[in-house]
């Protein structure tokens, strides 16, 4: 009996990998608050509590625990610790733990699940296992590559799924994917990102492969994946893809590359067509990137949007990028050791964001990752937190390294490299964090040898009485978890409703999720709070208005007080009681209480002090309000809507 239930207990933990390696990459969906990471997210929590789950029901049934003793485990299970750590001091626990809601990526509750693919995997998998995961994320990241190449020739799958039509006009201009496509990533720079740690294994597949249907199949593939890279235009994609092909070369044995020279050679030509042939915007991207910024007449460099940059759509995204990683400098020094928190720094950031992000074309934009993962370590999690992570990633590539005899070892180690190199002008995602450590893992555990696990044998599991209470626990705790996941799934596609318009179907809505959710949810009660106050202002009846005025301000207060160093939070409670401040005194009070606390929340963002205008303006101030649009008119003169409150204001603004 426990035989049998072993096996199906493998067969599950080995589908679930499967499932992690080749569904991921490819979910998306309109029914929740975001189309791509928040339902890849919930996708993967799902697997990893069921590997989590499955893994502990193994121990009882073997009597006995087995744990991967490697330094990259030992590294990984610090860098874990630390996060936790850094969570319990976090200036924002709800966004520590859960992550930003239209990310969830970084989250503590994220890095846990990450960690326990990497585990299980180690305990759990065998070299052909392991094999056949990887040939799993190669071949789904030839089925991304699929999907997203049409819709740069105007047919894009996804348009279909979404509107019924095959056509890639569903986007909004910001997205055209016919200049850069994003297939079921949601962003070309993600797309690049996660296809450079899949295009390497193109090398180990082709070395393997004994037939000529084979070959074809896996240069046709490579093919496939790198012009898709170069569709994405991703400068920092291309930079990881030639970090990669170099180290993946570099690390294989010549002997074995001659083997195949004929095949190799295809398929470098082939590489070579597809970037003559399609890498034209790329190369126009890289040209600007690389233009120095026009000086002004006092020999300075100008922080203004260049013509070129202008011309593509705003500031360069390098200029931006230069002055976000200030801003994370900044938290660095502010929160050395721990950092301010996991994820915080979408809050963070407004606190010691520089001024000259108000002179670029980004700089109402919020910025919930600092566009450099290692920076965004920390800035987040401070210096024990980014040298933990750095410790894994050295340690996992030098246990590697010392089988570099294994052909997937040397193209793990280019594929870790190279996506290094894209997530450090970026960040990491759902997909691509949940292949990089399903591909180290499993070269890990090809490399691995009989004296990387322990085990610690139960003998009190003999016992029937344990046996079974064990059992029974891990059962429930397992149900618990899935359901705990399940209503945040849930809740959060019944806000995506709620969403879709402020009426009163919306309102039952958000009620609907505030009730779903397991936990108290700060971003959520804000969004009510606001949807009460912009409902209550449409209706006539005095006693519903007070009732709902009333509801508002009781959501408001609760999100603010669980986030009480969120701007985005405070911002939309600001916003809530310019909308009810008439039905109540105390209203009045908060509104201009909060608005004080956004200009200390966000010192240098001009939009703070807007609004804090907009209250005072409300509150019938306006010698206050005057003073407060100067403020935002003094860290950005060329502010329109600052411009035309202050003309308002009987006051003709300073051109």
């Not at 900044?330 to 992000?357: C, D, M, Q």
């Not at 700089?363 to 992570?389: C, V």
């Not at 070892?409 to 450090?424: D, H, K, N, P, V």
């Not at 509104?591 to 606390?597: A, D, E, I, P, S």
Request: glycine share 4%; aromatic share 12%.
């Amino acid at each position: 009996m426990q035989t049998s239930l072993q096996k199906i207990l493998d067969k599950i933990i080995y589908l679930s990998f499967l499932a992690l390696a080749a569904i991921t990459p490819l979910i998306f969906t309109t029914t929740t608050t975001e189309i791509y990471e928040v339902p890849k997210m919930y996708f993967v929590y799902f697997f990893a509590t069921v590997l989590l789950f499955a893994t502990l029901f193994k121990f009882i049934l073997q009597k006995k625990i087995t744990i991967p003793t490697s330094g990259a485990v030992n590294a990984l299970a610090i860098f874990l610790i630390i996060q936790a750590i850094s969570t319990i001091f976090s200036t924002d626990k709800f966004t520590s733990i859960f992550g930003y809601p239209t990310r969830l990526n970084g989250g503590l509750l994220s890095l846990f699940a990450y960690f326990v693919i990497f585990i299980s995997a180690q305990i759990n998998l065998d070299r052909q296992k392991a094999i056949n995961i990887i040939l799993a994320a190669f071949f789904a990241s030839v089925a991304v590559a699929i999907w997203g190449i049409p819709s740069y020739f105007r047919y894009d799958p996804s348009c279909y799924v979404l509107t019924g039509k095959l056509t890639s006009s569903c986007w909004q201009k910001e997205f055209n994917p016919t200049l850069r496509i994003f297939s079921t990533l949601g962003q070309p720079n993600w797309l690049a990102s996660y296809l450079v740690l899949t295009l390497p294994l193109t090398l180990p597949l082709l070395l393997g492969a004994k037939k000529q249907i084979q070959k074809i199949i896996i240069i046709t593939s490579g093919a496939l994946i790198f012009m898709a890279i170069i569709l994405t235009t991703s400068r920092a994609g291309i930079l990881g893809t030639a970090i990669a092909i170099v180290i993946v070369f570099a690390l294989t044995k010549l002997k074995t590359i001659k083997n195949q020279l004929p095949a190799l050679v295809a398929l470098a030509i082939t590489f070579v067509l597809i970037t003559l042939i399609f890498g034209t915007k790329l190369t126009s991207r890289i040209n600007e990137a690389t233009k120095t910024a026009p000086k002004n007449s006092a020999g300075q460099s100008s922080s203004a949007p260049t013509k070129s940059a202008l011309a593509s759509g705003g500031t360069d995204s390098g200029q931006i990028r230069l002055i976000v990683w200030e801003g994370a400098i900044n938290i660095f020094k502010r929160w050395p050791l721990l950092g301010a928190g996991p994820e915080t720094f979408v809050n963070t950031y407004y606190l010691y964001r520089p001024l000259s992000h108000n002179n670029t074309t980004e700089w109402e934009f919020f910025y919930n990752k600092a566009h450099n993962e290692f920076l965004n370590y920390l800035a987040n999690t401070g210096i024990l937190g980014l040298g933990s992570y750095l410790a894994f990633i050295t340690l996992a590539a030098l246990a590697l390294f010392k089988s570099r005899s294994e052909n997937f070892s040397a193209s793990i180690i280019a594929s870790s490299l190279g996506y290094f190199a894209t997530i450090f002008f970026g960040f990491s995602t759902v997909a691509t964090q949940t292949i990089f450590f399903s591909l180290l893992a499993c070269g890990l555990v090809m490399a691995k040898n009989k004296t990387s696990t322990k085990t610690y044998s139960l003998p009190y599991l003999n016992n029937r009485a344990f046996f079974t209470l064990a059992a029974l626990t891990i059962s429930l705790l397992g149900v618990y978890c899935l359901t705990f996941f399940a209503r945040l799934y849930f809740a959060d596609t019944t806000t995506r409703r709620a969403q879709n318009s402020l009426s009163a179907k919306s309102i039952l809505n958000y009620d609907n999720a505030n009730t779903l959710t397991p936990v108290e949810n700060p971003y959520l009660m804000a969004d009510f709070a606001y949807a009460l106050g912009v409902y209550q202002d449409k209706i006539d009846n005095t006693d519903d208005k007070n009732r709902l005025a009333a509801q508002a301000d009781l959501y408001a207060k609760k999100s603010t007080g669980i986030a009480p160093n969120n701007y985005l939070i405070t911002q939309k409670a600001v916003k809530t009681y310019i909308l009810i401040a008439g039905a109540k005194q105390e209203y009045t009070k908060n509104t201009l209480n909060f608005g004080n606390k956004l200009t200390q929340l966000a010192p240098t963002y001009p939009t703070s002090f807007l609004l804090l205008t907009k209250t005072q303006i409300t509150l019938g101030d306006n010698t206050a309000a005057l003073a407060s649009i100067n403020k935002a008119l003094s860290l950005k003169p060329d502010y329109p809507e600052a411009q035309q409150l202050l003309e308002e204001l009987g006051v003709k603004p300073i051109q």
